[in-house]
């Protein structure tokens, strides 16, 4: 059975999973669906459609599937989709999809996100990303498993962020972020690989090794980047932990910071 403080309003329609937590004066609109032992804590907004996995917690003040303030949407029954083991730490918002993409907010399994950050509508964010106070991300971004994104950063419409990058306080990213890429700036700009968020995650020394050649064939031989790219291809060859950092750079339809 569901614990649901006496002062919240939910509404009819809501799901609760086994062992959900209702805390003091938060609202549950209609098409709400929440997973087992998940807890949401007082003063929180839960609009529809919106699904919410297992084992989340919300903490005070968040609003979760609110419409998006983007101009083009006119009430369209789009979705919120949230998985498991996630954490959305005081005043975060997200919002959901628009018709004008695929209609859906997505976000993965075992993501941090501090207080106030903020996940526009039609963003895709995987899996273990940690989103730090006052993180923005703006309309249709993807953002890749176990990306870093430090405070008060600022990320423009439709970029995508490469698995295990990280952005360094304050940056501003209008371009794309390839996978393993560490960036700081305002603008972004390309530093070095994430090496210790490598390490920390159970990258080998080669491992390592063969992405950070990989990035200084992309970003310290002044090559042009078909010519990069046709040398990585030889090196994934024999490294394939260099794979992603390539589909990351040729699926880029804004182009990568350089």
Same mark, same amino acid.
């Given at each position: 059975m569901a614990n649901i403080h006496p002062t919240a309003v939910v509404d009819p329609s809501v799901e609760l999973g086994k062992g959900v937590e209702i805390g003091p004066l938060t609202v549950i609109g209609p098409n709400v669906v929440i997973g087992d032992d998940t807890v949401v804590a007082s003063h929180v907004v839960i609009q529809g459609p919106t699904v919410i996995g297992a084992q989340n917690r919300i903490f005070q003040f968040s609003t979760i599937g609110e419409d998006t303030p983007d101009m083009k949407y006119n009430g369209e029954p789009t979705r919120l989709v949230i998985g498991d083991r996630n954490i959305f730490r005081e005043g975060v918002t997200v919002h959901r999809g628009t018709m004008q993409d695929n209609g859906e907010t997505l976000i993965g399994n075992d993501n941090l996100f501090m207080a106030y950050v903020h996940i526009g509508h039609d963003c895709v964010v995987g899996n273990h990303t940690i989103l730090v106070n006052n993180a923005s991300i703006s309309g249709h971004i993807h953002v890749g498993d176990w990306v870093f994104l430090s405070g008060y950063t600022l990320i423009h419409q439709f970029v995508r962020i490469g698995a295990y990058a990280f952005l360094g306080a304050g940056a501003y +990213?209008?371009?794309?972020? =390839?996978?393993?890429?560490?960036?700081?700036?305002? =603008?972004?700009? =390309?530093?070095?690989?994430?090496?210790?968020?490598? /390490?920390?995650?159970?990258?080998?020394?080669?491992?390592?090794?063969?992405?950070?050649?990989?990035?200084?064939?992309?970003?310290?031989?002044? +090559?042009?980047?078909? /010519?990069a790219l046709a040398r990585l291809d030889a090196l994934a060859e024999h490294n394939d932990v260099v794979q992603p950092f390539i589909d990351s750079i040729r699926g880029s339809t804004r182009g990568i910071i350089r």
């Open positions: +990213l209008n371009q794309d972020l =390839p996978a393993y890429v560490m960036a700081a700036g305002h =603008p972004a700009v =390309p530093r070095t690989i994430n090496k210790v968020g490598l /390490e920390r995650r159970g990258f080998s020394k080669d491992q390592i090794k063969a992405i950070n050649r990989a990035y200084k064939t992309v970003y310290r031989q002044g +090559l042009k980047q078909d /010519e």
